[in-house]
């Protein structure tokens, strides 16, 4: 997956422009000025045309820097059994460090969720490995947990006082993490 702050970030360094740049993303059925607009979106983080590998590889080559440099690998838990208020909290430790710092404070966490967070990071790692990154320099750019409202089936009640009821709501949350190159 391209990295948008990667791509923006290189281009204000090497004083590119798009219009520059979108002569090297054309692609079948892909003229410069659509080249130009998806160059636009890319930038502000909408991924409207998906990026493929090929662009990428084309981006790379026009910013004269390496694929790798440019993409980051991603993973997650989608309706994960924790609200994401318990879940943040475990993801806050981890955001902006290096991978293996990352998984050495989630073994040593004592929560339910880093085990959660440890499984999906393990993934993006996989990830990247298989698209032949350097796994040792790579870290955590970005952790974000959002809420997946009620869990299915988790729709109880529990008897109070005078009759009353109260329900028991098991909330849910996805997980996503992504992680770059240094």
Same mark, same amino acid.
């Given at each position: ?24 993303? +054309? @692609? ?7 080249? =130009?607009? !998806?160059?636009?979106?890319? /930038? ?19 910013l004269g820097v390496e694929p790798?440099?440019?993409s980051q690998w991603e993973a ?37 969720? +880093? @085990? ?7 993934? =993006?790692? !996989?990830?990247?490995?298989? /698209? ?51």
């Amino acid at each position: 997956m391209l990295s948008c702050s990667r791509l923006k970030e290189l281009c204000s360094q090497r004083d590119i422009s798009i219009d520059g740049l979108s002569g090297h993303l +054309a @692609r079948g059925g892909f003229d410069r000025k659509a080249a =130009a607009a !998806a160059l636009k979106n890319w /930038q502000k983080g909408l991924y409207k045309p998906k990026p493929r590998s090929e662009d990428i590889e084309r981006l790379a080559s026009g910013l004269g820097v390496e694929p790798a440099r440019l993409s980051q690998w991603e993973a997650s838990h989608r309706y994960a059994p924790m609200s994401a208020r318990k879940v943040r909290l475990v993801a806050q430790l981890i955001r902006g460090r290096s991978v293996q710092d990352a998984l050495d404070i989630l073994k040593f966490t004592h929560k339910r969720a +880093a @085990r959660m967070i440890e499984k999906v990071l393990e993934s =993006a790692i !996989a990830n990247a490995d298989e /698209q032949e990154a350097d796994v040792e320099n790579l870290y955590v750019c970005r952790v974000r947990v959002d809420d997946a409202g009620l869990r299915i089936g988790t729709k109880r009640w529990i008897p109070k006082d005078r009759g009353r009821t109260n329900p028991i709501r098991k909330h849910a949350s996805h997980i996503h993490i992504a992680v770059a190159e240094e």
